[in-house]
């Protein structure tokens, strides 16, 4: 279980997101989507504890598995991107 409440992120150039609220239990899956620029990163980035919200909090049972690809390239890697996603699944 994952739940955020009322998660804020703003930068100097503006708000990002306000008042967020999602709640994904056991056995869920979800996937975020929206234009560039709406937050997505951001919120997987808090979610993984990353980032911190300006405001709000996320509570996570201990066991649960974020799958997160981050979009940062990785200078220097050898792996080809099915070994990158791989990599991240034990």
Same mark, same amino acid.
């Given at each position: #279980? !994952?739940?955020l409440e009322s998660l804020s992120k703003s930068y100097p150039d503006g708000e $990002?997101?306000?008042n967020v609220n999602i709640f994904i239990n056991r056995g869920m899956r979800a996937g975020l989507v929206g234009p560039n620029g709406s937050g997505k990163t951001t919120l997987l980035r !808090? #979610? $993984?504890?990353q980032e911190t919200p300006d405001s709000g909090s996320v509570q996570k049972e201990k066991t649960i598995t974020i799958g997160? $690809?981050?979009q940062d390239i990785v200078a220097g890697s050898d792996q080809s991107i099915i070994e990158e996603v791989l990599a991240g699944y034990p």
């Open positions: #279980m !994952i739940r $990002l997101f306000s !808090i #979610m $993984l504890g997160y $690809l981050a």
